[in-house]
């Protein structure tokens, strides 16, 4: 019943535009994948052409979790799914990229005989064919891949490895060639909970490592060289309870999408030197999960909250360009999580994210124009 309600919604939304139907539809849709059992959307990109590929995983019964791939026209169509991976091991992918001849998607599996979670590169064609699968693993410590960055030679990666206790994590680095072959990987071994949320190149072209270090939860900002992938001159915050939830680099000024004991969210500027220039006011009751930086200077949160009846709830947050909170529109609410949120060529926004039970947990697209439309009262 709760979907049938969200296909009968959308189609009065486009009955009652007055643009044309094909114009409104690329613009704002609402779709869901998977097989029924059980799926989840981690991330989403955009391509050339105005489709999407995203990623996650699906499930066709309680044991068998496969990494889950597709591919959609920009009306949201479904042109390809795959699902992926090895038999005996729960799999999911984390993030997708595109190249020139396919796309990388990079996630965890876990096999069914062992605690130890292993990180793997495969890429496939784009047909959604696999063309090759690596595994970033080791035998006694698990290694798990939060963000990929990919430069014309190379695959560097970010995440967090730790031995039996996902709480006394390390911070974890790695460099790949463009076949997936391992060059440096390294772990802080500091078993201090702490972990790389986010990778990006920065106008050096060095590295620029976001995450959070230590037991007391301080946000961490680490350079390193992309050729001897040593630190240059790490950056620690002084608040803590705080961890990072995602971030974007646009040219040299970062943004820091923050949670705060996982009970609320903020949003900090960062300068070239790392200083801050503003913060937001803190968001109550709502938890971080992406941020898009618009071509206009604004930026838009996405975030969860939990109704009343324990519900999951996808909440939109705009940021003006000066650090207030945009009250010029309230946004409406979803059921279901997120997973990432991205500006469209058209200016618009895409999420990825799931839907919750009362929809059978499927992969959820949510794409809306400039305006908002599809977020609006």
């Known amino acids: 019943m709760k979907r049938s309600y969200f296909i009968f919604f959308l189609a009065t939304l486009l009955i009652s535009c007055e643009k ?33 590929v995203f990623t996650g995983y699906d499930k066709t019964n309680a044991s068998d979790q496969q990494i889950f791939a597709g591919k959609v026209d920009k009306n949201g169509n479904l042109i390809w799914s795959n699902t992926y991976g090895k038999n005996n091991a729960k799999a999911e992918g984390k ?52 963000d990929i960055l990919v430069t014309s030679n190379n695959i560097y990666v970010a995440g967090q490895s730790y031995k039996s206790n996902a709480s006394k994590s390390d911070y974890y680095r790695a460099k790949l060639n463009t076949s997936g072959e391992l060059l440096y990987g390294k772990s802080s071994f500091l078993a201090s909970n702490s972990s790389y949320k986010r990778i990006f190149q920065q106008q050096d072209n060095n590295l620029l490592l976001v995450g959070t270090f230590g037991e007391s939860n ?35 000024k970062l943004y820091l999408l923050i949670n705060k004991n996982q009970t609320s969210l903020k949003l900090s500027k960062l300068n070239s030197g790392y200083i801050e ?10 938890t971080g999960k992406s941020v898009v930086y618009n071509v206009d200077g604004t930026l838009m949160i996405g975030g969860e909250s939990v109704d009343d009846l324990g519900n999951s709830l996808i909440n939109f947050i705009k940021i003006n360009a000066d650090g207030s909170v945009y009250n010029g529109q309230t946004y409406r609410t979803f059921l279901g999580t ?25 992969v959820q697209l949510i794409k809306t124009d400039k305006d908002y439309f599809m977020l609006k009262k």
Not at 24 to 34: A, E, L, P, R, V
Not at 350 to 357: A, D, L
């Open 20 to 52: 044309p139907i094909s114009d409104f539809q690329s613009k704002n849709f609402i779709k869901f994948f998977g097989s029924g059992f059980e799926s989840k959307g981690n991330d989403v990109i955009e391509l050339a052409d105005g489709g999407y």
């Open 95 to 146: 993030i997708v990229k595109a190249i020139s001849d396919g796309f990388l998607i990079a996630g965890t599996s876990i096999p069914t005989n062992s605690s130890i979670t292993r990180s793997f590169i495969m890429k496939v064609n784009t047909y959604g064919d696999s063309l090759w699968y690596k595994e970033i693993d080791d035998s006694t410590y698990s290694i798990v891949v939060n």
């Open 218 to 252: 301080l946000i961490s900002i680490v350079p390193i060289d992309q050729n001897t992938m040593n630190e240059t001159s790490p950056t620690n915050t002084v608040t803590p309870g705080e961890t990072a939830a995602d971030a974007t680099l646009n040219g040299d």
């Open 277 to 286: 220039e503003w913060q937001t006011e803190t968001i109550n009751s709502i």
């Open 338 to 362: 997120i997973g990432r949120l991205i500006q469209t060529s058209d200016n618009g926004l895409i999420m990825v994210g799931t839907t919750n039970e009362t929809y059978g947990k499927n």
